[in-house]
């Protein structure tokens, strides 16, 4: 069968929530998994049934006329599970923005790296806005790579080398991970003082919201930007009992205060 | 005319974001502002044109025959805002979260609160959802409040005594506060890093609108839950230009890698 150029057939390496949503979005676009290889027998299988494929759990099985291996595994096992990989001639990229491209120089001449810039979780029912940053080092990986973006991401496909990668990642972890921690402190904080924690959805949301009319800076609210001691003064006393947050609390307060740089207030 | 019992006629004190978004609701749902009494002449004055009414900016001329009035002023104002304010057999209400109803007890002999648990801005275009907390010193209060509440607040509509609502706003602080200042810094960041801030607009809204399908302490990743001291050894390295976003993610790193309480990972 003749297909398309951007209909490619991809061998998913991994088989965690990254590899599951970019496999669904892939496959929505048209391509298709032709195997998932995974070291988890369980999800790499639940997996290939899902997309009417084979699972796989050793390389020498990996099959080897696909148009691309993607590999989606946590940062700290890309290393294990490429060590004796070799695809000579294919392209090969792997999903990891703290993790340089070249790491996948000795599997193959075409390497890239598919990184997207989203929080991916395995049971989404509904499938984000996923931006992708692409990059490779040749112009068939990168050329590849960044057809498979455009295919799954509309507008929003960027390139970004190994040291951009890195700096997103870095702001990544500041507007998801970090926000995220605050969210599991102040829904243990609720559970101890006997406070509904979903009373607190709305203003979850609005405050995300708001990132898309305004700039946060100009919204900044609360005790510490106005310096109202009273108030954080009884924030504190209801926080003795909270230690872990209560310091979260003084340091960020700090921060507030403090002011956000040159153009702060 | 005769008005239904829960069509009110509202005085409104106060001009700011808080006093526009509650007018707004209370118009929407039926109810009448009779009067915009605000120390900022102009804002006051802008509100009054658009609920086609009038803008007083002295104690004297307040209207004396309201169901209801609101203070809706920046908390550390109340108090001056009341000190000569007789009001006797009339409902009065303030809506901060960290000041105790009795502040308005030389008003009047029937006060209460009516805390929205929102982010409130004077330029929204679309109202968002907003939990109402109410409370009062008697049934009139009470009642009253409560049912404003219900007018503009389908469910979301709560009562809360002082203690309960300082408690609440410390989460509040947490989720919307704190997380905006994570925002601002990100902004901040990746205007000096040549990052685009918006290219993290998904990852936000992702990561906000996740808390109501699921605990955000089961969905906690990033390079500190799994303890990956590479990553977060580049990520500081990044960092170096960046005093106060370090400081930040070094006080959140370690809180992430304490784990959340007892069932914390």
């Known amino acids: 069968m003749h297909k398309r150029r951007y209909e490619l057939n991809i061998v998913m390496i991994g088989s965690g929530n990254v590899a599951a949503v970019l496999g669904r979005k892939f496959r ?39 148009d691309l291996y993607m590999i989606a595994v946590a940062d700290d096992a ?24 070249a790491v996948l120089a000795g599997v193959t001449g075409h390497y890239g790296v598919f990184y997207p810039l989203q929080s991916l979780r395995s049971e989404m029912k509904q499938l984000p806005d996923i931006p992708v940053f692409t990059d490779g080092n040749d112009d068939m990986a990168r050329d590849l790579l960044e057809q498979l973006a455009r295919s799954i991401s509309g507008g929003k496909v960027y390139h970004a080398g190994d040291e ?7 702001a990544a972890v500041v507007v998801s991970n970090f926000t995220n921690h605050l969210f599991v402190l102040a829904e243990e904080y609720c559970r101890k003082e006997n406070i509904d924690f979903r009373q607190l959805w709305p203003l979850i949301q609005e405050t995300a919201s708001r990132v898309r009319d ?44 403090a002011g956000n740089g040159p153009a702060g207030n």
């Open 28 to 66: 929505a676009a048209g391509h298709s998994i032709v195997q998932v290889y995974g070291r988890n027998a369980g999800t790499a299988g639940r997996l290939a049934a899902e997309w009417g494929t084979v699972a796989v759990q050793d390389h020498s099985q990996l099959s080897p006329d696909a």
């Open 78 to 101: 890309i290393g294990e599970v490429t060590r004796e990989m070799k695809l000579p001639g294919k392209v090969v990229a792997h999903t990891a923005a703290a993790v340089p491209a």
């Open 214 to 257: 305004i700039s946060p800076r100009q919204v900044q609210t609360g005790p510490a930007i106005r310096n109202d001691k009273a108030t954080i003064r009884r924030h504190l006393e209801i926080l003795e009992k909270h230690p872990q947050l209560r310091n979260i609390y003084l340091t960020l307060s700090e921060s507030i205060r």
């Open 164 to 170: 951009e990668r890195l700096k997103l990642h870095v």
